[in-house]
């Protein structure tokens, strides 16, 4: 195994770049663990999660663990900001991260679709299920912005109007 | 029987409620007249003539009582002139010695002053908005004057030195009575003095805690006088009613109280106070309960200075110094 | 009559629209007015803004919640995931400055967050507003005998401080199963209770690792209860359950399928609701244990609803 | 008008390396009421001070200002040199220039030199505005009172009573012995705590000094250091403690059964009953909140008497009191009797509690197998319900196969207690070990965030844990799966693996934080006492005053000052016990004379002062028949809100009246 | 360039006080607008002294007390915080902006946090400019 070599410049970056996405809890973490232990991702096998994942962010390993796809096996349960007892809320800490990844679109290719789901009828599930509405006795149309212009437009318009929209998935 | 005093009383920039307190002396004013020879009483009383004050000789005044505020120009040249011309010259009243309810003025623009007085009031008929001009030329040939409004008001004794203050709006009539009685008699303090009991409003207050032998408690509601009818006997600050009179001069025989109304602070700071309204916020805050309550107070009067400064803007630490608020700016 | 506007979210319309008709069928029946928001959108999921942009997820939600604020009603919906992204979005606009931000965006489309509606989740409607014993009263058929397993889901327990409705204990949950057992029904406890089931962000990253976090729980529900049927108040949870039996079962990993249901579909069933319109899209078998649910001899002395 | 000294100090280059000293200097000569000014190298050095003492011998100052460091060390220092000089010491002020100014500024000399004349011109305003004051003795009572009978309470107890003075020692439980007597031995040395500590509670029960006060409350705290009266409430214990000789039989013969405090309710007791067996005084109480009043007698009736027998149904515990101790006739207050008693100095030794297991949700807080530290300690312990045999609570017989210690609990967590509880890592490693020892083939998991093991011969034992096969684990335990009546799955994590962890245990013990009770919160507004960030009592000083308090007299002893094991809790004790014995043994304490001062002839009587003052210390009394306020100087601690408050400008606040402020506010804006 | 302003602050010698001495002890650096009056308790503090600060022409008044329930004088600052919430707005009624005065709570073991207020009040008064009385704006 290769040593780690720690650069405080780059932690320093690490932990604002983390703190500025909303994972502003970070410098709180004392390693006690407590998240990890009840977290459903790591326990399913997602290592760099939770603890680890605030651990490698504070040793600056940012760019190393990019493209690393256990923050998107995050459940966002928030088990770990229940049992913190530091505040940290790790959770935020791994949607900061996520972010980090998006922004750079360090994403699993499914999560694309979902976008652009969203930006075309306000669902990130979507299927076209008049059929089996009907069936169940319903209005084929879902009264939702799946069949509503004008709320589509409005979504577009918050998603044109966000940084998503630099990352030209929609 | 020695010559009589000669006596002056002139009204600056007042209502001359003060006035009407001296003749509510009545009888004791007769007396009292007895002694006096009112060479100057003017514009309410006598008719005698600023010109007529003006040829006086200096000094020639034994005693001189001066009512209301300096307002504008006509008040301090009439009150300059009749402290050349005074032996003993007396602020009398609350605007005489505190600014008065006048001083609340300066809080706000001369500007803003004209424009509520002669333009924006709903009863105003003013399309072409005039305002009052020192100076105006009447048909081209008539150069008629008005009194200049001075920046600020002026308590008396920012303007000349003033020997004794009586405060008061009015000053009561069992008060005056005693200070003239003590003019009369030569039985005075050293110059400067306030012509005072020297106590608060609750020194003479039946209301009082203290004088039934019980603790004030603290005070967790805030009432304006408008909010009910507190209990005619029980200390109104206890129930919640804000009164001034801790932190007032009682030489009114505590009235307001008598008559289930809260002190306003008309009386002035006790002596040795430095600011009424601070001194008043310190001692009212002190008897509230806690921050909720003090917030209630904050939030239950529109305007803290213009509650505590009621009588007393010019005479505090802050008098003409701070430049009034601009409407527009704000 | 108490009136909540009713938010799909996702799932629930378009792939389980049963549950959403069982909705619609009980709460009239229960005395309760749904009212629809109209043009709602995703809540938005995790998947989406909030991994990419944490204003924009209170841009999204603080359209959702605008729209019941419109109504001048409180927010109810089926989905938790939709109850914990609207409820932390509600939590983040608490800071004024994001509120400012974020109201900025929603002025380009004229709208605004107020904060004036609170957001219910179906499961607190029905367990703080309209009562155990109020459901009781309207039962047609009892489920007296069934051991029924709960379900509870992840995102109405934590993280506990956002939430306005909780639980006692967010970690031994008892809700769901005072409800469950209002229908007559035994909800004994399991010791996996509190575990998640493996659907969302876990399934679509890595189904393998899903599949492993949802086997250990359904193993433990066999192996401690063995139910007669599972019940969740979680839509994820349900699709996780209703999907995946029959797929595990396919690769021989187990040799049984449990019939799931959404709470409220069990709930109309036992008032008597037609099950083809409560309950008929499933991937696991459920029509033994509707029929008997609505069997003769389950029947109460109550007349349908 | 006055004669001002200024002294500017250059503080080696601590001031001098920043600050102009000599413009500072030259600056005070440019005031009118400076008379001379001066500088040196170190004004608080002897030389220094012999400059200021020998310009008021020469009659040329009759008021100093030293600008130099800060008054809060230095001023003492200074007060002295004055007085040695001929001057009346508060005729002194100093100017902060170091540390709140060259120290501050250092980056901006031309700005700190600005500053730094400022506030010399402060200081010389006030001081030159200074009136001589007197200093004021009282004389002390040679007595002492020790709150809380625990382990540091007995030592605090034990030191002043043996010093020769008289000492109370006020305990709430009926026996002396606090927590330590409820632990079954003690880390690093396994000694028995019954063994050790119980012949000191012989001891203090026995000492001629020491009058014990047990079952017993501080209700109210008055007066001031050398001269507090206390009064203390005896509650009403229902049995005659002159005739009780312990025997126990009462509590043999009660038929209730209630919750057994001193067993962390792993047990039962009656509601008649001797606290623990080993109990100083070995008296018994009946606790009325649950007693059953047996025969349906209320206490204070008369027996009923027995149609059979004719003869009065006596309760059974007043049957089976051979002394005579219990009559159920007597109309006892239950309010118990008010003792005052005076006292010169106080030691507060109150102790803590542990927290509750209900706290801990993720930790299954029903789940009968799931218990605090305390109460493990009950189940190991020979005097325990189980005679020292671990029995897992669901079952009362079975042994645990696999238990599980879990640290933290409620310590070092933001929700909770932000601090470490200190002990509880050292009393886990205790517990296991014990259990190591005794059952050797009992699987046990020890989960810790940190080990903290800091103390002498502390990490060896902990070694020795791990030697003897405990299994330590680094991490915090995440939760409690219930898996039935009697197991549970614990859910925690591998740090070193960087691995969840999950594994089922049959006993789960939470180390539980310690905090200050309730009732000590109660007791700290009686006394003044201030809280410290922790919610502890606050000490004077960390370091330097860690047995005083804020309110002079009043001492602090052991974990109500902050968590601490038994050898440090018996030091601070000594210590405590120490300081407080130095008023005692001056026969006469000094009041500073900066209090406030009603000046009667001005005072209105508006009674505005009375209630704001936090010690009482402002009575409405009586002058010409009017009402007018009174400042009890004994009782003045120099605050100055009444001062501030008084709107007759009627009180003055003696060193720190408002001439001398607006001379200070008139000399920073000029 | 901007001006330097003038801050009276009134401390607390027990909490306030302490707090920047031990700013000093850490070293910590800040602008040498401010020049402490030592007071026994915030309690002390009148707002008559207050009043009489900005009317003399400070920029800025400071009163620092102690954290609620930290008082030595166990309720001190709680009567400060009262008086302060209704001088308050008596200032700003009168014509100040009530930003010139601040009331802080600092303990002794706040020597940073000393610097930071004494810093950040420096800004915000740079920003508001000198005092009215002075010439300033109000």
């Known amino acids: 195994m290769e040593n780690l070599k720690l650069q405080s410049e780059k932690i320093n970056t690490a932990v604002s770049t983390i703190i500025g996405l909303g994972g502003t809890g970070i410098l709180q973490c004392v390693q006690c663990g407590a998240c990890s232990a009840v977290c459903p991702g790591v326990r399913a096998g997602f290592p760099v999660l939770c603890r680890l994942l605030i651990r490698k962010i504070l040793d600056g390993q940012l760019d190393e663990i990019i493209e690393d796809s256990s923050s998107w096996g995050c459940q966002a349960c928030n088990r770990c900001t229940e049992v913190c007892p530091q505040g940290v809320r790790p959770q935020e800490v791994v949607f900061a991260f996520r972010r980090y990844q998006a922004g750079e679109l360090a994403v699993s290719t499914s999560t694309t679709t979902s976008q652009m789901n969203m930006y075309e009828v306000g669902h990130a599930v979507f299927t076209d299920a008049q059929e089996l509405r009907q069936q169940v006795g319903l209005p084929a149309k879902a009264p939702t912005s799946a069949y509503n212009e004008t709320a589509q437009k409005e979504i577009q318009t918050l998603l044109n109007n966000s940084s998503m929209a630099e990352l030209g998935l929609f | 029987m020695a010559d009589k005093i000669k006596f002056a009383f002139l009204l600056a920039g007042g209502c001359a409620g003060c006035e009407m307190a001296l003749v509510d002396m009545a009888e004791k004013l007769v007396d009292a007249l007895e002694h006096l020879e009112v060479v100057f009483w003017a514009p309410t009383v006598a008719d005698v003539k600023y010109q007529d004050l003006e040829a006086m000789e200096d000094k020639s005044i034994d005693l001189a009582f001066v009512d209301g505020m300096i307002r504008n120009s006509e008040n301090a040249h009439t009150v300059k002139v009749l402290r050349a011309k005074s032996k003993t010259l007396v602020a009398f009243g609350a605007c005489a010695t505190l600014g008065g309810i006048a001083a609340m003025g300066d809080m706000h623009s001369k500007e803003e002053l004209f424009n509520e007085a002669f333009k924006d009031t709903f009863s105003t008929d003013n399309p072409e908005g005039v305002l009052p001009t020192p100076q105006y030329l009447l048909d081209g040939k008539y150069d008629l004057t008005l009194p200049a409004f001075t920046d600020r008001v002026y308590t008396v004794d920012q303007l000349v030195e003033v020997d004794y203050f009586v405060g008061g709006c009015p000053p009561h009539h069992d008060f005056v009575a005693a200070a003239v009685q003590a003019i009369v008699a030569g039985n005075l303090p050293p110059k400067g003095s306030w012509l005072t009991s020297g106590k608060a409003v609750c020194d003479v207050c039946k209301r009082n805690p203290a004088a039934k032998g019980q603790e004030r408690l603290e005070v967790g509601e805030v009432f304006r006088t408008v909010d009910g009818r507190p209990d005619p006997d029980k200390c109104l600050l206890q129930q919640g009613y804000i009164c001034f009179g801790p932190v007032t001069q009682g030489d009114c025989g505590a009235s307001c109280l008598n008559v289930n109304i809260p002190c306003r602070g008309c009386g002035g700071p006790m002596p040795g106070v430095k600011d009424y309204g601070a001194r008043c916020i310190s001692a009212i805050a002190s008897s509230l309960k806690d921050d909720a309550t003090a917030q209630k107070m904050v939030d239950k009067f529109n305007n803290m200075a213009k509650l505590v400064y009621r009588y007393s803007f010019s005479s505090g630490i802050l008098n003409q110094k701070l430049p009034p608020k601009e409407k527009s700016k704000a | ?305 | 008008m006055a004669k001002v000294g200024v002294y500017v100090c250059h503080c080696g280059t601590n001031i001098a390396g920043v600050i102009d000293v000599e413009a500072v200097r030259a600056h005070a000569e440019t005031l009118p009421e400076v008379a001379v000014a001066r500088k040196d190298l170190f004004m608080c050095s002897d030389s220094g001070q012999e400059m200021i003492k020998q310009d008021i011998r020469d009659g040329l100052v009759d008021r100093v200002v030293v600008a130099a460091c800060t008054p809060r060390t230095h001023e003492p220092i200074f007060r002295a040199a004055l007085e040695a000089g001929g001057l009346n010491k508060y005729l002194f002020e100093m100017a902060n220039i170091r540390d709140q100014d060259s120290w501050v500024h250092a980056n901006d000399p031309e700005g700190a030199t600005a500053k730094a004349k400022k506030l010399m011109a402060s200081a010389v305003g006030k001081a030159a505005r200074l009136q001589p004051l007197e200093d004021k003795f009282v004389d002390v009572t040679k007595a002492a009172l020790v709150i809380g009978g625990g382990v540091g309470g007995i030592f605090s107890a034990l030191e002043l009573a043996d010093m020769g003075y008289p000492t109370y020692l006020v305990e709430k439980e009926p026996s002396i012995g606090g927590v330590m007597a409820m632990l079954d031995k003690t880390f690093p040395t396994n000694d028995c705590s019954a063994c050790i500590l119980t012949p000191v509670m012989v001891d203090a029960g026995n000492h001629p000094n020491v009058k014990l006060m047990t079952y017993s409350e501080v209700e109210d705290v008055d007066g001031y250091i050398g001269n507090f009266t206390v009064k203390v409430r005896r509650k009403q214990t229902y049995i005659d403690w002159q005739k009780c000789t312990g025997c126990g039989a009462c509590a043999e013969a009660c038929p209730v059964r209630t919750t057994n405090e001193f067993n962390q309710g792993m047990d039962k007791r009656p509601a008649a009953y001797i606290h623990f067996p080993q109990a100083v005084p070995k008296k018994a109480v009946v606790d009325m909140e649950h007693c059953i009043n047996c025969a349906g007698r209320k206490l204070g009736q008369e027996p009923k008497i027995s149609k059979k027998t004719g003869k009065p149904m006596l309760a059974p515990c007043e049957l089976a009191c051979p002394a005579d101790a219990i009559n159920r006739s007597l109309p006892l207050d239950p309010q118990g009797r008010i003792e005052e008693i005076k006292v010169g100095s106080i030691v507060v030794a109150t102790g803590f509690q542990v927290m509750d297991k209900g706290w801990f949700k993720e930790m299954a807080p029903e789940h009968p197998n799931v218990i605090t530290a305390l109460q493990l300690e009950r189940l190991i312990s020979a005097t325990g319900p189980t005679g020292g045999n671990l029995y897992m609570p669901s079952t009362a017989d079975k042994k645990p196969k696999t238990m599980t210690f879990v640290s933290c609990m409620g310590s070092r967590d933001e929700k909770f207690h932000t601090y470490c509880s200190r002990v509880c890592c050292m009393y886990m490693i205790k517990q296991a070990r014990l259990l190591k020892e005794k059952y050797p083939h009992m699987n046990i998991y020890m989960h810790f965030i940190d080990v903290r093991t800091a103390g002498k011969d502390y990490d060896e034992y902990y070694v020795g844990a791990r030697k003897m096969g405990v299994n330590i684990l680094k991490g915090k335990v995440g939760g409690l799966q219930i898996i039935d009546d009697h197991r549970l799955r614990v859910l925690a994590y591998d740090m070193e693996a960087g691995t969840p962890v999950e594994y089922e245990s049959d006993l789960v013990v939470l180390a539980t934080a310690i905090e200050l009770p309730e009732s000590a919160k109660k007791l700290a507004q009686t006394l003044g006492l201030q809280f410290c960030g922790s919610n502890f009592f606050k000490e004077l000083h960390p370091k330097l005053g860690p047995v005083e308090t804020s309110t002079r007299g009043i001492f602090l002893a052991g974990c109500c000052q902050g968590p601490k094991d038994i050898p440090d809790t018996v030091s601070q004790a000594k210590g405590a016990a120490g300081a407080a014995a130095v008023p005692l043994a001056q026969g006469k304490v000094k009041i500073e004379p900066i209090l406030s001062e009603v000046i009667t002839e001005l005072c209105s009587g508006c009674g505005i002062c009375v209630p704001l003052c936090p010690y009482d210390a402002i009575t409405l009394k009586i002058h010409a028949e009017k009402p007018r306020a009174e400042i009890d100087i004994t009782q003045c601690k120099g605050c100055g809100v009444c001062t501030s408050a008084c709107p007759s400008a009627a009180i003055v606040l003696h060193g720190y009246e408002d001439e001398q402020i607006y001379a200070q506010i008139a000399a920073l804006t000029a | 360039m901007s001006f330097s302003p003038n801050i009276v602050g009134f401390a607390c010698q027990w909490c306030t006080y302490a707090g920047a001495d031990l700013a000093g002890n850490l070293r910590c650096k800040y602008p040498p607008t401010i020049k402490l009056i030592r007071v026994p308790c915030s309690g002390r503090v009148e707002p008559e002294f207050v009043l009489e600060a900005l009317a003399r022409g400070a920029d800025g008044v400071l009163i620092g007390g102690c954290h609620f329930g930290d008082c030595h004088y166990k309720e001190g600052n709680y009567k400060t915080s009262r008086r302060m919430i209704m001088f308050k707005k008596l200032i700003e009624d009168a014509g100040f902006d009530p930003r010139r005065f601040r009331l802080e709570w600092i303990s002794g073991a706040e020597g940073k946090r000393f610097a930071e207020v004494a810093e950040e009040f420096t800004k915000e008064l740079q920003e508001l400019g000198p005092n009215p009385i002075k010439g300033g704006t109000a």
């Open chain 3, 1 to 305: 009559m108490e009136k909540y506007g009713l938010y799909l979210g996702c799932n629930i319309p378009f792939k389980a629209p049963d549950i959403e008709q069982s909705f619609r069928k009980i709460f009239p029946a229960l005395g309760v007015e749904v009212e629809d928001l109209e043009g709602a959108s995703c809540c938005p999921a995790w998947g989406t803004a909030p991994s990419f942009d944490l204003d924009l997820w209170c841009a999204i939600s603080g359209r959702n919640l605008s729209l019941a604020e419109d109504k001048s009603v409180d927010l109810m919906t089926g989905c938790n995931s939709c109850f914990g992204v609207l409820s932390e979005a509600k939590h983040f606009l608490h800071d004024g400055q994001r509120r400012k931000r974020v109201n900025e965006k929603l002025g380009v489309i004229n709208r605004q967050y107020k904060g004036s509606s609170d957001v219910y989740h179906v499961a607190h409607v029905l367990h703080q507003k309209i009562g155990l014993e109020k459901i009781k009263e309207k039962l047609v058929y009892s489920l007296e005998g069934l051991k029924v397993t709960v379900q509870p889901g992840c995102h109405t327990l934590w993280p506990s401080d956002v939430y306005h409705v909780k639980e006692k204990n967010p970690f031994y949950p008892t809700m769901l199963k005072e409800l469950t057992e209002a229908l007559g029904a035994s909800a004994p406890h399991y010791s996996r209770l509190e575990a998640c089931c493996g659907m969302g962000g876990m399934r679509s990253t890595d189904v393998e690792k899903s599949l492993g976090l949802f086997k250990e729980k359904l193993l433990s529900i066999k192996e401690e209860i063995d139910p007669d049927l599972i019940v969740t108040t979680c839509s994820s949870c349900y699709l996780q359950f209703d999907m995946s039996q029959p797929q595990l079962r396919e690769r021989g990993e187990i040799d049984f399928e449990i019939p799931v249901f959404y709470y409220t579909q069990v709930l109309a069933l036992a008032m008597g609701f037609d099950p083809s319109q409560v309950a008929s899209v499933s991937k696991t078998q459920r029509d033994g244990i509707i029929k008997e649910i609505q069997s003769e001899k389950r029947k109460t002395d109550k007349t349908q609803a």
